[in-house]
């Protein structure tokens, strides 16, 4: 497991993309609606919400913007938006952006392995095709994940059973393409291409954290995070 040290290296490569999200607000003079919704400034802070093998890091501004940034294992995401309070806790929602997708470029029939479907993947860019799965649907009502792992990715017909679809998927990042209707599989091959857009973004969609003991809470990958105001 890593140490603390580790933690540390991990935070302190994010932090600079985390200054980058978004600028300092400027000064300015408001209308007294525009007062009202700035939230008080005992909630508006930094929260450092860091444990083993994580790194997280929530801004909440007394202008009603915040940031957020996390470093677990191989993921690395970060978020821009508005908050607000509301009763047990804020709400958090982010700025427009636009999400990763998996493009069908177009099918073969008879070119790929003989009772196999075979699957090819372009656009991965510095991610590692290890880290790209295969949701396959069956006829029979059973599904299955399948990994990448070294180039082309034949998944068996087995028995002549029929595939009903089959969508690509990047785990790591809760990303899931379009499910392919695949009639015919055996001998066909279907390629796809990653398109990584805003890759890294999380899209929180009037996302509630629920406070406790002046810190909030937010679930994230089977995982518990306590956000902590730095300095209390």
Do not use: C
Not at 66 to 75: K, V
Not at 186 to 208: C, I, P, V
Request: charged residues 20%.
């Amino acid at each position: 497991m890593a140490g603390r040290a580790a933690i540390l290296k991990s935070w302190v490569a994010a932090a600079p993309l985390l200054a980058l999200l978004h600028p300092a607000p400027v000064a300015a003079q408001q209308e007294p609606s525009a007062r009202e919704a700035v939230e008080p400034a005992s909630i508006a802070g930094t929260y450092d919400g860091s444990q083993m093998e994580m790194a997280a890091w929530l801004e909440l501004g007394d202008d009603g913007r915040y940031r957020y940034a996390l470093s677990y294992g191989a993921i690395d995401e970060y978020s821009t938006g508005t908050w607000t309070r509301q009763d047990g806790g804020i709400v958090l929602n982010s700025d427009p952006s636009t999400p990763p997708q998996f493009e069908l470029l177009g099918t073969e029939q008879g070119t790929g392995a003989p009772d196999a479907v075979t699957l090819h993947l372009e656009g991965t860019g510095n991610l590692p095709i290890s880290v790209f799965s295969a949701v396959v649907e069956r006829d029979d009502g059973t599904s299955s994940l399948v990994d990448f792992s070294d180039g082309a990715l034949e998944i068996p017909v087995v028995d002549g059973g029929q595939f009903v679809s089959i969508s690509l998927a990047l785990p790591i990042y809760e990303i899931r393409g379009e499910a392919i209707p695949v009639p015919e599989a055996s001998g066909k091959s279907l390629y796809f291409a990653f398109h990584a857009n805003s890759l890294g973004f999380k899209a929180f969609d009037n996302a509630g954290l629920f406070e406790s003991d002046g810190m909030f809470l937010l679930e994230r990958y089977g995982r518990e995070i306590a956000f902590h105001k730095v300095g209390d």
